[in-house]
């Protein structure tokens, strides 16, 4: 078995999952398919595009145990690509205790010919408490170090399951335990309840808890992920593979899904979908077909749409949008902008992953925007900056109108309106101020993507994150004078107060509004500073 990993955007990545059916590509979707109905049938579902459908085994065995080991979970359900096995573990916390074993479940597993099969896992899921919780993932740790000797069959993808949800603390200890036994995928599970009550900031730090101790290298697939709007949140975090049976469930209640939300298609008037089904019905037309027509048509739609963000999502892992994607679809559901600002907790470790150059510049949009990757990592190399060896004098510049700053029309007035020595102005360090970036040094503005955003800077925000970005700058370096002028007492009480605390001299210029005037009025005042502090510079 391998993974190829081929393209990154944050913790996503395209990679290229070999099993004994054949390669899929990651990240994908897996359409759960129930045995015993199925409203769209396998061999429909492979014409759609898609490459691997999971099925429960638990199912299967209960049901139809003869014709899955005479034809295999292949021939029985009519599919020629991959087949991921669920060990029926959801199936144990729904109706308790079941009378099979893990090596009973194993087996019909590798009897079946599963491409990707999974343990007899414990979900936390139902756990009332914490301890109920422990314990799952007790008898699931136990029953992972067991499986490694009852597994026969080295062909198949055997997965094994995180559990501990809604725990992350929990979480984080069985990723780290099941993450140092050899299986070839890791399932995180019991995030069904977290999905169904919208918790998807909770569900953003049982994730990341997972994520964070399994080993990188290896897949990771999420359990029952559900509405299209979130796949890209999942994604971004570093799942690879997730499975879905709300295509179906929703079709069944009669709701029709979008990328960014559900509808009750009995209220709908027109279907914003170029979907086959879409394309062929009106509403008026579907709601005349038979029920048992109707809800796989609406699943069939479903699908599609499950399906086509998930090819969504690929294309802006290729693009470096993939966070630009995350900040459209988290506008779905106020729930969902609260996953993503959990998310923005994350941001420097996802900054690790994340490809520090990419095709296209980035987007800014709003308050979130200004956490993502690239400016966590622009905060952070700023605390490490070398201070260059001459410098005595940090001055802090307005933002220009025009990027690079460095060749703004307002810093070429600024230039000519000084009137110092070459030697004079290597004592001087010069930062801009930036909505997005906080401070950017100005010998460091060709450093990808200091140049390359595109934004609408939120004011509020912006101010905020100026400060705070000035703040940690002038206090991790050592500076004789910073020269600052004034434009909000945001700003201002910050600056002072770190310049106060470290000894640092500071001196305010109050400059024009705006124009030219305010640039040439700098450049003119910090050559009468520099003459009064460097005389011995100045010409
Ligand atoms: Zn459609």
Not at 419 to 437: D, G, P
Not at 441 to 446: G, I, K, R
Not at 502 to 522: A, D, H, N
Request: glycine letters at 6%; proline letters at 6%.
């Amino acid at each position: 078995m391998s993974f190829e990993v081929r393209e990154r955007d944050l913790m996503g990545r395209i990679g290229i999952l070999e099993t004994k059916s054949g390669k899929i590509t990651t990240p994908a979707l897996l359409p759960v398919v129930n045995p015993t109905r199925l409203v769209v049938p396998p061999s429909s579902i492979r014409r759609m595009g898609c490459e691997c459908i999971i099925t429960n085994a638990m199912i299967t065995l209960k049901r139809l145990p003869d014709e899955a080991r005479s034809r295999g979970i292949h021939g029985a359900l009519d599919f020629n690509g991959v087949i991921m096995t669920d060990s029926g573990a959801y199936q144990l916390m729904v109706y308790g205790e079941l009378d099979i074993n893990q090596e009973d479940i194993i087996r019909f597993q590798e009897e079946i010919g599963s491409d990707i099969a999974v343990i007899l896992d414990v979900p936390s899921g139902g756990a009332k408490n914490r301890e109920e919780a422990e314990e799952a993932v007790k008898e699931t740790l136990l029953n992972a170090e067991k499986s490694l000797s009852q597994r026969r069959r080295s062909d198949i993808l055997w997965v094994g399951p995180v559990q501990g949800s809604p725990y992350p603390d929990i979480v984080k200890l069985c990723a780290a335990e099941i993450g140092k036994m050899p299986f070839n995928l890791y399932a995180i599970g019991s995030v069904v309840q977290l999905m169904e009550s919208y918790s998807f900031d909770v569900l953003v730090d049982v994730v990341m808890a997972a994520k964070q101790n399994l080993p990188l290298e290896k897949p990771v697939h999420l359990f029952g992920a559900g509405h299209p709007m979130m796949f890209s949140l999942a994604v971004a975090m570093g799942v690879d593979l997730f499975d879905s049976a709300a295509y179906a469930l929703y079709a069944r209640d009669g709701r029709y899904m979008t990328p960014y939300g559900t509808q009750k298609f009995s209220e709908l008037k027109y279907f914003p979908c170029s979907c086959p089904i879409c394309l062929e019905y009106t509403p008026q037309e579907l709601i005349k077909e038979p029920e048992h027509e109707r809800e796989k048509k609406l699943a069939i739609h479903n699908l599609y749409v499950s399906l086509s963000e998930v090819q969504a999502i690929r294309q802006a892992i290729i693009d470096g949008r993939l966070w630009e994607l995350l900040e459209a679809r988290s506008r779905s559901h106020p729930s969902l902008l609260e996953g993503l600002r959990r998310l923005c907790g994350y941001s420097r470790y996802v900054a690790k992953f994340n490809p520090s150059i990419k095709k296209r510049a980035i987007l800014f949009f709003s308050s979130e925007s200004i956490k993502r990757p690239e400016v966590s990592l622009h905060l952070e190399k700023l605390e490490k900056l070398p201070r260059p060896d001459e410098v005595e004098v940090l001055v802090i510049l307005p933002e220009p109108s025009s990027r690079p700053f460095y060749r703004s029309k307002e810093r070429r007035i600024l230039e000519r309106s000084l009137n110092l020595s070459e030697a004079s102005k290597r004592k001087i360090q010069f930062a801009f101020k930036s909505s997005f970036f906080g401070l950017i040094p100005e010998e460091v503005e060709d450093v990808y993507p200091l140049s390359q955003h595109l934004g609408v800077p939120d004011i509020l925000y912006a101010k905020e994150h100026i400060a705070s970005a000035a703040y940690t700058f002038i206090e991790r370096h050592d500076y004789k004078l910073v020269v600052f002028p004034v434009e909000n007492d945001q700003e201002d009480e910050k600056i002072e107060e770190v310049c106060r605390r470290k000894g640092i001299v500071l001196t305010k210029i109050q400059l024009p509004e705006k124009g030219r005037k305010k640039w040439k009025k700098l450049g003119e005042a910090l050559t009468e500073i520099m003459k009064c502090t460097h005389p011995e510079y100045t010409t």
